[in-house]
């Protein structure tokens, strides 16, 4: 078949989540995969938000792939024949990512990825699903992912440091100290520098990712009563007023 949808088999399927998407891919060619926006339940819906959101346009999907997962796996449908012609498949030495690394695949390959900005699957939440089961190994993972997408997208050779730093930035795993907050505003910079120098990702798109990690790293240092990192030029005409507080 030329389309594939993926779905798991504790979550629900929207009625119209198929007509949707197979729509949107047939109306554009160019998009290799396709999400949705989910909503989350459980026997315990209150404690749980009622829609979780993604980017929907390729350029911000492959920018946030630098920090999170943009697309929820029970939720896509894959074209085929975009898949076939780069020659990928799940990897399964990302035992329990092998969603994320197929994504960052696709950014690197250049193939375009985008979400409905509509809630078409819904997600139960449970305490035996991986996520909580095993999410040491499954952030493990992520972190090899994300390694990928910097040193062959950004050209950046990552050493034990930098990847700590960045796996810390990316699950904020944040360190009430000096050092920490110094090291990590100036990792940003470098990778902002990066995309500067090797035009990997659209400049927009990966500079607005780049300018949330850097509010919430100036909000914890605040917080924390340190000396936040120093703004970066690039990144200041993202930055809202008011938004650092």
């Known amino acids: 078949a030329p389309f594939i949808a993926r779905i798991d088999a504790d979550d629900l399927c929207l009625p119209e989540r198929f007509e949707r998407q197979l729509a ?14 989910i909503q989350k339940f459980s026997d315990d819906a209150a404690t749980l938000p009622p829609v979780t959101r ?12 630098l920090f999170r997962n943009p697309l929820a796996h029970p939720a896509v449908m894959l074209r085929k024949s975009a898949l076939d012609a780069a020659a990928l498949r799940y990897d399964e030495s990302f035992r329990r990512s092998q969603d994320y690394a197929l994504w960052v695949q696709c950014a690197l390959r250049g193939l375009p990825m985008a979400n409905l900005p509509e809630v078409l699957l819904k997600y139960r939440v449970h305490p035996g699903q991986i996520s909580s089961l095993h999410l040491a190994e499954q952030q493990q993972t992520v972190t090899r992912a994300q ?24 699950f904020s ?62 990144l200041t005409p993202f930055i809202h007023p008011g938004a650092l507080g």
């Open 147 to 170: 390694a990928q997408l910097i040193q062959h997208g950004l050209h950046i050779q990552l050493n034990q440091r930098t990847a700590d730093l960045h796996h810390r930035l990316a």
């Open 54 to 65: 993604f980017p929907t346009e390729p350029p911000e999907i492959a920018a946030a792939l």
């Open 173 to 234: 795993k944040w360190e009430p100290t000096t050092d920490f907050i110094a090291a990590a505003g100036l990792w940003l910079l470098t990778l902002a520098d990066a995309n500067e120098n090797h035009k990997s990702f659209p400049r927009d798109p990966f500079l607005r990712t780049l300018t949330g990690r850097y509010i919430s790293l100036h909000r914890f240092a605040k917080q924390n009563h340190l000396p936040p990192p120093p703004i970066p030029e690039t």
């Open 24 to 37: 949107f891919l047939q109306a554009r060619p160019e998009i290799a995969v396709v999400g949705s926006f």
